[in-house]
């Protein structure tokens, strides 16, 4: 439910002093770079383990 986020985001916002409200900013920039970061490493992670999938496939099916 985002109306509780937003509700709560616009609670500490008002009444904060711009310092504060550019620091949380920030903060929020910094965690979602973060996550960009750590969910372009798991995709990296996916396409190499479908690339092994699809080598192994493959590799048993020209044995086979």
Known sequence: DLT???GSL???VVG???ERVEEE????????TQ???SFAEVQA???ELLM???SLRTAT???G
């Not at 900013?25 to 979602?32: A, G, I, K, N």
Request: charged share 35%; no cysteine; glycine share 6%.
């Open 35 to 37: 996550m960009s970061l």
């Open 52 to 54: 092994t999938i699809k």
């Open 45 to 47: 992670e996916k396409e």
């Open 61 to 63: 099916f020209l044995a």
């Open 4 to 6: 509780g986020f937003w």
């Open 25 to 32: 900013l920030r903060e929020m920039r910094d965690r979602y």
């Open 10 to 12: 616009e609670g500490s």
């Open 16 to 18: 904060s002093n711009p």
